[in-house]
């Protein structure tokens, strides 16, 4: 059996997503993938330890499809699917850092990277510094000798900040760093970071890649040699995808271009409509033309993305309110799905943070974060404009 490779550039990101990384020829005729509900194979060729085919070392057809299909997606050579988005990250971080290596990373981080990052790696004798990730001018005097890692999210969470990406990948070059980035938030639809020359890509695909909100995975996409590297730690942590999952995750990428682009028509319908309201204070979106970085998302993204963040007039009080009176949208942490979701960052993603961290990540008690589904836009607008009177 193999995989459908697609070599032509030519070929559109819709097309990958159901056609890439198939198996060829299909499982017995099947035109849906099947899961192989086992936790192992038989040995029928060979007896050496690389052709056994165990569950934790993530190499059933299940997992193999997928990271065809995620590898073609973003138009790097290989990827490694992962039981969680954190398993991804850590896994990817501890096969490139050793104890008394360095590593740069941007303010306001994921809050569980955040905390591994500052907790967990300091603790296994791997330092970090901060960096602005809109000041490159400020990068060079924080880099040393043993930096080995520039570690960035393609938009911040949850302000949604765009690091100058094009200087990372230029830094990450020039000073022989690997440059990782975190594209959970833009997904493969709306920004592919190999295209600018990043040298791994991460993903929770809990969020925008399954979009369902039914299972918990992550990715690494990278070079051969690099994802072979995660991939021995990764077996040793544990961190597989179980079949299961696998098959839900493979079901739910298929409509992640229909999915992703409505989630960006409406939340930038959404953003403007908010920014509009005069019981608010301040929307973050990339696609406003009042956001920073707004020029920079544009020339580089497809799509400004399905979350917004802003802050209440009232602070946290009114914060509390809104999402008591709002009716289609959840109270609940993640984003990414089919539904709309609502979250106050500072009592649940980014609790963790000290107040002088919550402080300068500009996490304010008062902001709530949106994650827009694929309910009729005109609908959420109007339970908005009620639930803010
Ligand atoms: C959710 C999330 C993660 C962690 O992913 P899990 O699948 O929950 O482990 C990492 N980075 C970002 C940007 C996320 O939104």
Same mark, same amino acid.
């Given at each position: 059996m193999s995989n459908i490779e697609f070599k032509s550039k030519n070929i559109g990101i819709e097309t990958k997503l159901i056609h890439a990384g198939e198996p060829k020829p299909r499982i017995d005729g099947s035109v849906i993938m099947p899961i192989f509900q086992t936790a192992m194979f038989e040995n029928?060729?060979?007896t050496e330890y690389h052709a056994v085919r165990y569950v934790r070392l993530n190499n059933f057809p299940n997992h193999i499809a997928l990271n065809s299909k995620l590898a073609q997606l973003e138009g790097t050579e290989d990827a490694l699917v992962c039981g969680s988005g954190m398993a991804a990250i850590t896994s990817a971080l501890l096969a490139s850092l050793n104890a008394g290596d360095h590593?740069?990373?941007?303010?306001s981080l994921y809050g569980g990277t955040h905390d591994f990052l500052t907790n967990d790696l300091v603790n296994l004798g791997i330092k970090f510094d901060f960096i602005d990730p809109d000041k490159p001018s400020s990068w060079e005097a924080k880099c040393k000798p043993n930096t080995k890692v520039i570690y960035v999210e393609t938009i911040s969470n949850p302000l949604l900040k765009i690091p100058d990406l094009k200087a990372i990948v230029a830094f990450a070059k020039a000073n022989n760093l690997i440059s990782m980035?975190?594209?959970?938030?833009?997904?493969?639809?709306?920004?592919?970071p190999f295209e600018l020359g990043f040298g791994l890509s991460l993903h929770s695909c809990t969020k925008f890649l399954n979009g369902h909100s039914d299972i918990a995975a992550g990715a690494c996409l990278g070079s051969k040699a690099q994802i072979e590297k995660i991939n021995h730690k990764l077996s040793h942590f544990g961190g597989m995808l179980d079949p299961h999952a696998a098959f839900l995750l493979h079901r739910g990428m298929k409509t992640l271009a229909l999915r992703v682009r409505y989630q960006n028509d409406s939340?930038?319908?959404? !953003?403007q409509f908010l920014e509009k309201h005069p019981s608010i204070a301040k929307v973050n979106y990339p696609g406003l033309e009042s956001h920073p970085q707004h020029a920079r998302a544009k020339a580089l993204f497809a799509g400004f993305g399905g979350v917004i963040s802003f802050e209440l007039k009232g602070g946290?009080?009114? !914060?509390?309110?809104f999402i008591d009176k709002v009716n289609l949208a959840t109270h609940a942490v993640s984003l990414g799905g089919i539904e709309t979701l609502i979250t106050c960052p500072a009592l649940?993603?980014?609790?963790?943070?000290?107040d002088e961290d919550k402080k300068r990540s500009g996490i304010t008690d008062g902001l709530a974060r949106l994650s827009i589904g694929i309910e009729t836009t005109s609908d959420l607008i109007?339970?908005?404009?009620?639930?803010l009177q």
């Open positions: 029928t060729d060979s590593l740069l990373i941007q303010e980035i975190d594209n959970t938030f833009a997904s493969p639809i709306n920004f592919r939340a930038l319908q959404i !953003a946290l009080p009114a !914060a509390k309110k649940t993603t980014h609790a963790g943070l000290s109007a339970d908005f404009e009620q639930a």
